[in-house]
């Protein structure tokens, strides 16, 4: 007759919802310290270190694994056989992480060079297996532009701007410096109909924040965006990971192209580096002439691979300043007001890691959708990315944007390619679906687009 | 009121005891400036009592050890190796001095990975001393093809290290190549090249970097405030104790002893390396250069927690005296000495930990401009 009674009871409150409802635990919004772009993974820190501090309250083990994969990331590998960190290429783009995401943050928009941090995806017309880009035949779906000693780069990348005036209604005039990519000295002939994508790294701090953005949120996005109807429709992309052979979204990459943090770093080192992991086991030369034939592979680890992994994932976001400041104030609202967060939308919450509780079920502003955009065609590069098309970009979390140049003050440069040398030059940028948007802005007063501006510096 | 003799006594030991602490507190509190002065006075020392003199003494003797690697390669004798290899010992004295303070261009504009990237990349030297590529420092900076420039593993101290000492640091100077000459000459043209570029970007005619931190303002691009330059000064030790105990030394350490491993392998100059690196951070801490001392952060530390400065002073001293426990070199103590390699990662961590959970707080706490 107890048992009985305590099913009824449990039956009774399943009935009436009480079990099944989840307690809410969100305060009000103004409850919130709106410093906390990261949550409890936040930390105050606006210097040159502002990207690289790990998230507080770490255990002493995950601080060490945290400490070893820094090292990882900062490592310089050096041509195998070696004692020690060999297996750079034979053909990359950079020796080390830290080179093309200078103090865990951007890179800079040059190719070639010791601290270049652009790299080149390229493909042909068509689908992989998994419904990816065609790599072209000889070169994969990322150009190598360096070689060690005796082995050839597939090829040179060659930029070059040209520069066209802006101007406001009050005369002010803004110079965008438009790229033009060509590729030089191919190792072996191109075909004619290949496409190319020339992408600076950005910033890696918070990332672990984003992996754990539900990807329902994302989708709710996506959903209230067709839903408002206002020209904005952003879609998610949908990619290969590797790691569980299975079509995942994409939150990582410049267009949504990575499903994870383990992706995103596995393939920085094999494509970027010429690093091979347990994840990817064969030489990105391999078939080619590059081809080392060394029984060396993987060349890192498993434990160094997810080391470097936690690393990322564990970085923690810069703190807001100046936020009682009216000016910051104002372009907060201005920027509601032009529409800017309905892509670039401020507030998220995470799901649950069991792991981390300073990045789980986390309130952050990371002012992004996680989705894909149709820019237009002055931002475009005509190259599809699983479900990105050519004019298609993600849009990038915009958390620390007003610090990246005090975190490198030769590395502070926008968009995908590093084309803008200013948040300005970059707002001015947007087309497609963000057209109205930056129509909007360059009708504001001078103050006005000071206060927006002073906003986003204040990120 | 009759007081006494023993109380007469405390009275007068009270009196001259006050009276003692009064002219104490007077001159150790400097009441000859507010703390906003000091703070200004702190920053300004820090550029012209350690950071000028230094870069202008490193720049010295980088230019020495170009002579002496050119004297080696004109006329190679054992003594003139024996010369090269002190003036490259010489040198990594003010460069690891020079790391108790990594703020400004050498971080952001690359002369640390210029003149000290690691490791050295035996296969990519091999193939260039044997190829007919000209070995100069042209070459080597990319200056006559950016888009074929050496990696930075071809350029600095290590690779200059491997050349004058060789592995095992056997090197015999009569088996030097022309080849190997050309590299050297290349190579200590262009560490010299670097560190003249480093000391001048802190001078006036280019970037001007010591006038940039001793003027911060919300136009300044590196330090908004006072309390931001304090703070990346303060940062820039625990930056060094923490590359020195949890990376230069640890790594080879730990868990599995590996001499290849370590900073300089193949001249065994590691524990200096190491010792002149805490010595830097503590010339930053106490502002003081080879006889001349200023303001500093000890002194800004002591106006209001004189315990705590103490604390730091010391924990500087047992850092750096216990380097003086070894009694071989890095490369073997690590297998043969390794409680002496623990005593001193735990003397940096001791001080590493100070700085960053009592030093920090005191900057956010009293520097309010």
Not at chain 1, 298 to 327: C, G, H, K, N, W
């Amino acid at each position: 007759m107890k048992k009985l009674a305590i099913f009824g009871l449990i039956g009774s409150l399943t009935f009436t919802g009480i079990l099944c409802k989840k307690v809410n635990v969100d305060f009000d919004e103004t409850q919130y310290d709106a410093r906390l772009s990261g949550g409890a993974a936040t930390v105050f820190l606006s210097n040159s270190q502002a990207f690289g501090s790990m998230i507080e309250g770490l255990s002493p083990w995950d601080s060490y694994i945290h400490g070893v994969g820094d090292k990882m990331f900062s490592q310089t590998f050096v041509t195998a056989p070696a004692p020690h960190f060999g297996g750079l290429g034979t053909i990359y783009n950079n020796v080390s992480c830290i080179r093309c995401h200078m103090g865990d943050g951007k890179g800079i928009p040059t190719a070639g060079s010791f601290n270049s941090g652009l790299l080149t995806k390229i493909s042909v017309p068509g689908l992989d297996e998994n419904g990816g880009p065609l790599g072209v035949p000889g070169f994969g779906t990322q150009l190598q532009d360096k070689a060690v000693n005796g082995k050839s780069p597939e090829a040179k990348v060659k930029i070059t701007y040209q520069d066209s005036l802006v101007s406001y209604s009050d005369g002010t005039a803004v110079i965008l410096r438009k790229p033009s990519y060509t590729l030089s000295n191919p190792y072996q002939t191109l075909p004619s109909d290949y496409m190319m994508s020339v992408r600076l790294g950005p910033p890696v701090f918070g990332a672990g924040l984003l992996e754990l953005i539900p990807e329902t949120t994302i989708l709710s996005y996506a959903n209230a965006q067709k839903a408002e109807d206002k020209g904005v429709k952003g879609i998610p992309n949908y990619v290969w990971d590797e790691a569980t052979k299975a079509l995942k979204i994409g939150r990582f990459g410049l267009k949504a192209n990575n499903p994870s943090i383990l992706m995103q770093v596995a393939g920085a080192f094999h494509q970027d580096m010429g690093i091979t992991s347990p994840l990817f086991p064969v030489d990105n030369a391999y078939g080619q002439m590059q081809y080392d034939g060394l029984k060396d592979d993987p060349e890192i680890t498993d434990s160094m691979l997810m080391a470097t992994v936690f690393y990322v994932r564990t970085l923690a976001v810069p703190a807001r300043r100046d936020i009682e400041d009216p000016q910051v104030i104002k372009g907060e609202q201005l920027f509601k007001q032009l529409n800017c967060s309905s892509c670039h939308i401020p507030q998220a919450k995470t799901g649950v890691d069991v792991r981390l509780a300073q990045i789980s079920n986390q309130r952050i502003q990371a002012f992004t959708d996680l989705l894909l955009h149709d820019m237009g065609p002055g931002l475009a590069d005509g190259r599809p990315d699983y479900r990105a098309s050519g004019s298609h970009w993600k849009t990038p979390a915009l958390w620390g944007i007003g610090l990246l140049q005090r975190v490198n003050p030769t590395a502070a440069f926008y968009l995908h390619d590093g084309r803008a040398r200013t948040i300005e030059e970059a707002i001015l940028w947007h087309g497609g679906e963000a057209e109205n948007s930056r129509k909007a802005f360059m009708k504001l007063n001078t103050n006005d687009r000071k206060a927006v501006l002073r906003f986003l510096n204040s990120l | 009121m009759k007081l006494n003799k023993f109380a007469k006594t405390m009275v007068i030991a009270a009196m001259s005891g006050t009276i003692f602490l009064s002219s104490c507190d007077k001159t150790d509190k400097q009441k000859d400036m507010s703390f906003p002065e000091m703070e200004t006075a702190v920053i300004n020392d820090f550029v012209d009592v350690v950071a000028h003199p230094l870069y202008s003494k490193f720049e010295i003797l980088a230019q020495n050890l170009k002579v002496a690697v050119q004297e080696l390669s004109d006329n190679p004798t054992a003594s003139n190796l024996d010369n090269a290899r002190q003036a490259w010992k010489d040198v990594r004295v003010l460069w690891e001095q020079s790391e108790g303070f990594l703020i400004g261009p050498v971080d952001y504009l690359n002369y640390d990975p210029y003149l000290d990237t690691w490791p050295t990349d035996y296969q990519a030297m091999e193939a260039l001393l044997s190829s007919n590529t000209p070995i100069t420092v042209e070459y080597l900076t990319g200056l006559d093809d950016p888009e074929n420039a050496t990696e930075l593993t071809l350029r600095g101290f290590h690779p200059l290290e491997y050349m004058l000492w060789g592995l095992g640091g056997n090197r015999d100077a009569t088996t030097f190549t022309a080849r190997e000459k050309e590299y050297m000459i290349a190579l200590a043209t262009d560490i010299h090249n670097n560190v003249k570029a480093l000391k001048e970007s802190w001078l006036p005619g280019t970037i001007n970097f010591g006038e940039v931190m001793k003027n911060p303002s919300v136009t300044n691009e590196h330090f908004h405030s006072k309390k931001e330059a304090l703070e990346a000064i303060a940062n820039a030790l625990i930056t060094i104790c923490d590359e020195v105990g949890a990376d230069k030394m640890s790594v080879p350490y730990d868990p599995v002893p590996d001499s290849t491993l370590s900073e300089s392998p193949y001249s065994h100059n590691s524990l200096a390396d190491f010792k002149n690196n805490i010595i830097g951070a503590r010339n930053v801490y106490l502002s003081s250069f080879e006889g001349k001392t200023g303001k500093s952060l000890s002194v800004l530390i002591k106006e209001n927690n004189r315990s705590l400065d103490n604390e730091i002073k010391a924990k500087f001293d047992v850092a750096i005296n216990s380097f003086d426990g070894f009694s071989t070199t890095f490369e073997d103590a690590i297998y043969n000495q390794r409680n002496q390699v623990q005593t001193t990662l735990d003397a940096l961590a001791s001080l590493q930990s100070t700085i960053g959970t009592k030093v920090i707080p005191y900057i956010q706490q009293y520097v309010k401009d």
